[in-house]
């Protein structure tokens, strides 16, 4: 609703009727509804297009995106868009661009009615500002971020994310050391996917999660158990799961100091970086854990060599 429909609104209410107002409230709904209507098939249609590619080839999307941005009618399918955008630049770490266009996302929504369409917006953007507060070290804010991701999408009507956002919210408690909470998310997670009949090919981020959290609790049975759950849908998983996967299962050997066998999985997850352009924050990470690795292995110059690389 504009500021002045709001203003007009305000003028009316203080001399109409009940029932009037209901009315006037039903056909301003239904109006929202249809607008709204008019362009979210397409953008879920879009939306869907382009997920598998956003970690692979995020400049790419972002051109298409900034192309459905030009073409919107509506400033809310205009920030559905940017939110998109938003993502890509998360995934090419360019935090500059993500925290200018958060702040623009989130100044929209603080003047605008709440609706569900808004809710889902709140939670796509607040969920992406989670991710880069990760991608910074800052957990606290992380952690905030994503519980309010996931309370906005509860009131939104996009539920089939509210997994998704759980294992992040695991995540970040986990890198806290709080492995208790983190637990209970992931099963939260699996909880709701179960009522969502999200399928077990879409489940191994919970499973590799768990496996974290066990690896973290030196609890190596359980930890491979999940590791090895995750592992049977590696051909399913996209590129940044796939390091997420051989990164951390690395993580697991290395606290084992079974440091030939972290090698293996670190050498698999740096490959893989290295033929996505695009995962340069992955590469870096991945040349710190060789480097160490090599340090336990007594190779000094092979750990100089990817240490002073990165």
């Known amino acids: 609703m ?9 003028k009316i209410l203080w001399r109409t009727s009940l029932p009037v107002l209901l009315l006037l409230f039903l056909a301003v709904s239904c109006k929202q509804s249809e607008q709204h209507s008019s362009w979210e098939k397409k953008y879920d249609s879009f939306y869907r297009s ?16 900034k192309q459905k941005m030009e073409m919107s009618t509506d400033s809310l399918e205009w920030y559905y868009y ?38 889902d917006l709140r939670s796509e953007y607040l969920n992406t500002k989670g991710n880069i507060y ?14 309010d ?6 009131q939104g009507m996009k539920t089939e994310s509210v997994p998704d956002i759980l294992i992040n919210l695991a995540d970040a408690c986990s890198r806290q050391g709080k492995y208790d909470v983190s637990a209970f998310w992931y099963r ?7 009522s969502l009949g999200i399928s077990e090919g879409r489940r191994h981020p919970v499973y590799y999660g768990l496996a974290q959290v066990y690896m973290a609790l030196h609890d190596f049975d359980q930890c491979d158990y999940y590791y090895n759950l995750a ?3 590696y051909d399913k998983m996209l590129p940044y799961e796939k ?56 190779e000094p110059d092979s750990a100089a060599k990817y240490i002073n690389e990165c």
């Open 134 to 147: 990760v991608r910074v070290g800052a957990m606290d804010s992380a952690i905030v971020c994503f519980t």
């Open 149 to 154: 991701s996931y309370k906005q999408r509860l």
């Open 188 to 194: 939260k997670a699996l909880q709701i996917g179960d």
């Open 231 to 233: 592992g049977m849908f």
């Open 50 to 65: 382009v997920t598998d590619s956003l970690t692979t080839h995020p400049q790419q999307i972002r051109a298409l995106a």
């Open 243 to 298: 390091y997420i996967y051989l990164n951390n299962r690395g993580n697991s050997y290395y606290y084992r100091e079974d440091y030939p066998e972290a090698l293996k999985y670190f050498k698999k997850g740096f490959s893989l970086a290295v033929s996505h352009p695009d995962m340069g924050f992955e590469k870096n990470l991945c040349m710190v854990n060789l480097g160490d690795v090599y340090l336990q292995m007594n």
């Open 2 to 10: 504009s500021i002045a429909m709001n203003t007009i609104y305000g």
């Open 82 to 119: 940017s939110a998109i955008v938003l993502k890509t630049y998360m995934f090419t770490s360019d935090v500059d661009s993500a925290r200018y266009l958060i702040k623009r996302i989130e100044d929209f929504c603080a003047r605008e009615q709440s609706s569900p369409y808004l809710a």
